[in-house]
């Protein structure tokens, strides 16, 4: 082929933007890119050493974990020297001397580096739209119809990051100096302590309005029985098409306490807060400062040469930090494209209201928890090697067959590498697809029951196993992993194994179906902490524990106290359902505000399990006043 053919090949232009092909198709997903890693972060310090440019340390490794292991305020060690990440890497910059200045001089709705990124800040909703070319002009959040939660900041797509780089004289440095021949990174002093790393959201699916790039996967109903049918009434299952394209992801470093950062708008200079700025550098031995602040990079002696002292080139950066319109501060961010799978459970009865449900925080670090236990069994069946497989939560609306909006609560899987290898949507697609997902299922529930929890003893009885030790949230048997640390809080492997017997057994989530055997275990935690604080008080009240209630009991009365799981519907709990058949009066309380009017020597309660966990000291303060009869 002629030179000049394969130029014109090689910069095809995309939606007019003249990009190289093989960049266009690896960004596209039509070619694979685990063998061509085009989204690359680097760290590196471009330095002068005699006046001669040498750039060291570099390094790289994928753009995503770029955003951690790099992130703006982390310290370094490279070859026993420690660094600061303190700005941004600009490749082929305009100006050597302004690097940042092409990337932040161009407004936002045409710049290709900056974008918006629009989500609900509403505690436990985690709501991010898919709009990322213009800010959303809406005020309730449409999955948990929050006023007033919707916000809009910036991120920007970014090369790589660096140093502080600042003059040296001989072994000493010499920051008050403006340019020297020698321009290494600044000194890491001993009060100048590790900044907390950014906050790295989980990756989120960005797809059109009707979700084309995703399909349903829907079962005949010849192929399934009884109960088959009934796992596929409870969940939906969702993969990418088969055409290559995959589906894109937005991840997000939101900077400490997800407030952004400050970004030079010349040099790309990064700071965490306003009042770390760094508005002027004071020479040593010397109470004149000057205004500025030094760059993340060494001007190379080129752009100095024929310039005098008052040239920009050899005076500090004197730039702000980026704002446009009511935008001041940037988050770090960037999209790929992969393969997905989704197991979607409809926001339907026994499912409580929306509005609560879509803020449950218990449903939240549940559906977490599963995620988890579910990417262990992929793996595992699919014998793939630890970390191929990630995943995340997210809600999404959609409308049922009479017209009513419905939440869903979609776990995601996608393939940890750009442009996918089908190794997420093999799970659905792949030969003898239905038996492989009940299989990842059941053992995905063997792991939650507390089976493969350290210390954990099992015993076959009259046919059925029996589980004894099993951890109380999460421990290395079940559920930890170095893939999973930013999580590990959140774990709650009782109230995952709720979710997962729902959706395969249709097992209204309870009290007793967080068991690892169906039994009252659950409660015995919250039973000694509400005996230990009434022994405190020196109360005369007992406290007991019978077929999934506590019972408080004091002379003659009793109080019966059943803890409900809030996010599904108080009318389908079990037991509370047969309350109601019984003809038994009961209460719905509050943790702390127990108020109870005697006219018998029994009576029913029940209360929200995550508040009672919440205040356990306030319930039992309460309960031995309600029950003694002083109110």
């Not at 690097?99 to 936002?108: G, K, L, N, Q, T």
């Not at 950062?261 to 020479?283: F, K, V």
């Not at 995943?391 to 067959?401: F, H, L, M, P």
């Not at 997902?437 to 929890?453: Q, V, W």
Request: proline residues 5%; contains cysteine.
């Amino acid at each position: 082929m002629h030179e000049e053919n394969i130029d014109i090949i090689s910069n095809l232009e995309f939606n007019g933007d003249e990009t190289p092909l093989l960049t266009h198709l690896l960004r596209t997903g039509i070619t694979p890119s685990f063998a061509f890693p085009i989204q690359v972060g680097v760290f590196e310090a471009v330095q002068l050493v005699d006046g001669k440019r040498r750039v060291w340390p570099k390094m790289s490794t994928g753009l995503s974990q770029a955003f951690t292991s790099y992130s703006p305020g982390k310290i370094l060690t490279v070859s026993g020297e420690k660094y600061k990440v303190g700005g941004l890497v600009i490749y082929d910059a305009e100006d050597p001397i302004n690097r940042a200045h092409s990337h932040f001089s161009v407004c936002i709705n045409d710049n290709p580096r900056l974008s918006y990124y629009n989500r609900c800040i509403e505690n436990d909703c985690g709501w991010v739209s898919s709009e990322m070319k213009n800010p959303l002009d809406i005020s309730v959040c449409p999955i948990c119809n929050q006023s007033d939660s919707i916000q809009t900041d910036i991120w920007y797509l970014p090369d790589g990051f660096a140093p502080i780089i600042v003059p040296w004289q001989g072994d000493n440095e010499n920051p008050g100096t403006e340019w020297a021949w020698n321009m290494k990174p600044a000194k890491i002093r001993n009060q100048d302590n590790e900044q907390p790393a950014g906050g790295v959201q989980f990756p989120t699916p960005v797809t059109d309005a009707d979700e084309s790039e995703i399909q349903d996967h829907l079962f005949s109903d010849n192929s399934l029985d009884r109960e088959l049918k009934g796992i596929f009434e409870r969940i939906n299952l969702r993969s990418t098409r088969d055409d290559g394209k995959g589906v894109e992801l937005l991840l997000v470093n939101s900077g400490y306490n997800g407030t952004g950062y400050l970004i030079c708008e010349l040099c790309g200079r990064i700071e965490r807060q306003a009042n770390q700025w760094p508005s002027t550098i004071s020479p040593p031995r010397t109470t004149n400062p000057k205004p500025g602040h030094h760059r993340p990079y060494a001007i190379p002696e080129s752009a100095i040469r024929g310039t005098n002292h008052t040239h920009e080139s050899r005076k500090p950066c004197l730039g702000q930090p980026w704002s446009e319109s009511s935008y001041e501060r940037i988050y770090l961010g960037m999209t790929f494209i992969t393969d997905m799978l989704m197991i979607s459970i409809p926001g339907q009865s026994p499912l409580g209201d929306r509005t609560v449900t879509t803020r449950s925080r218990i449903l939240n670090n549940g559906l977490r928890t599963l995620k988890e236990a579910l990417i262990s069994e992929i793996q595992k069946s699919a014998h793939l090697v630890n970390r191929e497989i990630s995943g995340g939560v997210r809600k999404r609306n959609t409308t049922d067959s009479e017209g009513r909006e419905v939440t869903n609560f979609e776990i995601y899987f996608y393939d940890n590498v750009s442009g996918g290898a089908g190794l997420s949507s093999s799970i659905i697609t792949g030969e003898n697809s239905l038996f492989r997902i009940i299989d990842i299922l059941k053992s995905t529930e063997n792991r939650l029951s507390g089976a493969e929890c350290l210390g954990a003893k099992k015993e076959e009885i009259d046919g059925k196993m029996k589980i004894e030790g099993g951890c109380d949230k999460s421990c290395l048997g079940c559920l930890l992993d170095f893939r999973n640390k930013r999580e590990h809080e959140l774990f709650d492997r009782k109230e995952a194994l709720r979710l997962i017997r729902y959706i395969l057994y249709g097992e209204i989530p309870s009290i007793n179906s967080g068991s690892s055997n169906y039994d009252d275990t659950c409660l015995e935690d919250i039973s000694n902490s509400i005996k230990q604080t009434l022994k405190i008080m020196k109360s005369d009240v007992q406290i007991q524990i019978d077929d999934g209630c506590l019972v408080g009991i004091y002379g003659e009365k009793k109080l019966y106290i059943r803890p409900w799981i809030s996010y599904i519907d108080m009318f389908e709990d079990p037991k509370i359902k047969k309350w109601e058949e019984d003809g038994i009066d009961f209460d719905d309380v509050e943790a702390d505000s127990i108020f109870l009017d005697w006219a018998e020597s029994n009576h029913y309660i029940c209360i929200e399990w995550d508040k009672l966990r919440k205040n356990p000291s306030d319930f039992s303060e309460s309960l031995d006043t309600v029950i003694r009869g002083l109110i």
